[in-house]
């Protein structure tokens, strides 16, 4: 079983940008395909990024591309979200996840294990 635990959130200015990191153990992040979903109160937990272990190809919400980027440090058991040009609807908790599976995913059941959240607040 993998163990998740987010860090990096926090309180920036629209325009800033912000790094999430994502820390992996008691397995290694090699064998997993990685995701980020967001989620505001009251909603749904919403699909951001994710990144294959396969091929290391990645996908985006179409609200991030762009501004957002994916990537994952294996030799570190590391999982990293670079966040720019952050605006007042990024605002969420974030959610770092891994599934099981060669290729990517944006959909939140294919993900098995999750981690407990980092709060971004993105003010105007």
């Known amino acids: 079983q993998v163990q998740l635990v987010e860090s990096g959130g926090g309180l920036v200015q629209a325009g800033g940008s912000l790094r999430l990191s994502c820390a992996a153990s008691r397995r290694t992040l090699s064998g997993y395909t990685m995701g980020w979903f967001r989620q505001t109160p009251g909603k749904e937990r919403d699909f951001v990024a994710a990144?294959?272990?396969?091929?290391?190809?990645?996908t985006y919400a179409d609200s991030v591309k762009g501004r957002f980027t994916i990537s994952r440090d294996n030799a570190k058991n590391m999982l990293y979200l670079q966040m720019n040009s952050l605006k007042p609807e990024d605002t969420a908790v974030y959610y770092c996840?891994?599934?099981?599976?060669?290729?990517?995913?944006?959909?939140?059941?294919?993900?098995?294990?999750w981690g407990q959240g980092t709060q971004v607040t993105v003010s105007s």
């Open positions: 990144i294959s272990r396969s091929t290391g190809s990645t």
């Open positions: 996840t891994a599934a099981f599976r060669g290729y990517y995913s944006t959909a939140i059941h294919d993900y098995e294990y």
